[in-house]
């Protein structure tokens, strides 16, 4: 069978996300041929297009993540049947097409409150957040917490989430209309990290104590404001690198070094931890990734998490997306229909 993808063939700028025909392989006993009606683009798309990430194969078919409709089934499935909704998160990519093979494991049953649409902008950022949230660093009341780029896709997930439990959550944004957008997803506090001091604003906001964890997926850009901004046993998790890779990191730099002559001097020992999480190490099993989507779609239904509508582009003009995210024109989700 011949389908329409989008292989790259080099790592570059978004022209080389070209579309081409390509055979699918033949259906093997615990596959499934899933016709894909809606196509998520993450920054992690970018950052895989031009080399940054080199887990793509080439030539290959990049994105990680869609919905559709199931079409055919290996003779071994036994979760799905033709005509059944799914999503699924793919590490190893094959997104970007009209329709694909993939294993049954992968897939997830959509319920009938998620969209097509919607699983595709979220599974995951949705997933992310929930890792993040509930697994590495498990979110309690009362809490303070920093979200870096809190008006990011994932930024804006986490703010809700940290929001529902009862954390006091602190947003960190570029312009007065991304500090709307934070306040929107629960931020209690914003800062401008353009104009202000982030440490010093952290500081102040939290009594000297300084947070209980920082959510950081801005990378080389904030590192350094995020370890400072720690408070006793704070935990630092460093989850993306959108602004470029985080430098090595040495023992030594726990606790950072003063502050310069303010107040907030002489913190001392801080006992901080820090955590590099990958979510697919996160969902090696079938029950915890079937577990991180039911909490994932539980919180939809029950409006804890709200997404906005999906910037919609035709799979043929992936790379005006691909430009729009590199350049935050996007503020919403962005996907791709086949």
């Given at each position: 069978?011949?389908?329409?993808?989008?292989?790259?063939r080099?790592?570059?700028?978004?022209?080389?996300?070209?579309?081409?025909?390509?055979?699918?392989?033949?259906?093997?006993?615990?596959?499934?041929?899933l016709?894909?009606?809606a196509?998520?683009?993450?920054?992690?798309?970018?950052?895989?297009?031009?080399?940054?990430f080199?887990?793509?194969?080439l030539?290959?078919?990049?994105?990680?993540?869609a919905?559709?409709?199931?079409?055919?089934?290996?003779?071994?499935?036994?979760?799905?049947?033709?005509?059944?909704?799914?999503?699924?998160?793919?590490?190893?990519?094959?997104?970007?097409?009209?329709?694909?093979?993939?294993d049954?494991?992968?897939?997830?049953?959509?319920?009938?409150?998620?969209?097509?649409?919607?699983?595709?902008?979220?599974?995951?950022?949705?997933?992310?957040?929930?890792?993040?949230?509930?697994?590495?660093?498990?979110?309690t009341?009362?809490?303070y917490?920093?979200?870096?780029?809190?008006?990011?896709?994932?930024?804006?997930?986490?703010?809700?989430?940290?929001?529902?439990?009862?954390?006091?959550?602190?947003?960190?944004?570029?312009?007065?209309?991304?500090?709307?957008?934070?306040?929107?997803?629960?931020?209690?506090?914003?800062?401008?990290?353009?104009?202000?001091?982030?440490?010093?604003?952290?500081?102040?906001?939290?009594?000297g104590?300084?947070?209980?964890?920082?959510?950081?997926?801005?990378?080389?850009?904030?590192f350094?404001?995020?370890?400072?901004?720690?408070?006793?046993r704070?935990?630092?998790?460093?989850?993306?690198?959108?602004?470029?890779?985080?430098?090595?990191?040495?023992?030594?730099?726990?606790?950072?070094?003063?502050?310069?002559?303010?107040?907030?001097?002489?913190?001392?020992?801080?006992s901080?931890?820090?955590?590099?999480?990958?979510?697919?190490?996160?969902?090696?099993?079938q029950?915890?990734?079937?577990?991180?989507?039911?909490?994932?779609?539980?919180?939809?239904?029950?409006?804890a998490?709200?997404?906005?509508?999906?910037?919609?582009?035709?799979?043929?003009?992936?790379?005006?997306a691909?430009?729009?995210?590199?350049?935050?024109?996007?503020?919403?989700?962005?996907?791709?229909?086949?």
């Amino acid at each position: 069978m011949r389908i329409g993808a989008i292989v790259m063939r080099k790592y570059g700028g978004p022209e080389v996300l070209k579309l081409e025909p390509v055979s699918l392989p033949p259906l093997q006993p615990h596959q499934i041929l899933l016709r894909h009606t809606a196509i998520g683009v993450n920054f992690h798309d970018v950052l895989v297009r031009n080399g940054t990430f080199r887990t793509l194969t080439l030539p290959g078919i990049p994105g990680i993540e869609a919905a559709g409709i199931v079409e055919e089934i290996g003779a071994a499935v036994t979760r799905f049947k033709r005509g059944d909704r799914i999503a699924y998160i793919d590490e190893h990519h094959g997104g970007y097409s009209i329709a694909r093979v993939i294993d049954e494991n992968l897939a997830i049953a959509l319920p009938d409150y998620v969209s097509d649409t919607l699983a595709a902008a979220i599974m995951t950022k949705g997933l992310t957040a929930q890792m993040l949230i509930r697994q590495v660093h498990p979110v309690t009341k009362g809490e303070y917490v920093l979200v870096q780029a809190a008006a990011g896709g994932v930024g804006r997930l986490v703010c809700q989430w940290a929001s529902y439990l009862g954390a006091i959550v602190i947003g960190t944004v570029s312009s007065e209309e991304k500090a709307r957008i934070a306040s929107e997803a629960g931020c209690r506090h914003t800062i401008n990290y353009i104009a202000e001091n982030v440490t010093l604003r952290i500081m102040e906001i939290t009594g000297g104590r300084g947070v209980n964890v920082v959510y950081d997926g801005v990378g080389q850009q904030t590192f350094a404001d995020s370890l400072a901004c720690l408070g006793l046993r704070g935990h630092l998790i460093s989850f993306g690198q959108s602004s470029g890779p985080v430098e090595p990191v040495r023992i030594p730099r726990f606790p950072p070094a003063s502050f310069g002559g303010n107040k907030w001097d002489g913190l001392g020992v801080k006992s901080n931890s820090l955590s590099r999480p990958t979510l697919y190490h996160y969902m090696t099993h079938q029950e915890e990734y079937e577990t991180m989507c039911r909490e994932l779609f539980g919180m939809l239904k029950s409006k804890a998490l709200r997404f906005g509508e999906p910037k919609r582009y035709a799979l043929s003009d992936v790379a005006a997306a691909h430009v729009d995210m590199e350049k935050q024109f996007v503020s919403a989700p962005a996907i791709l229909l086949p």
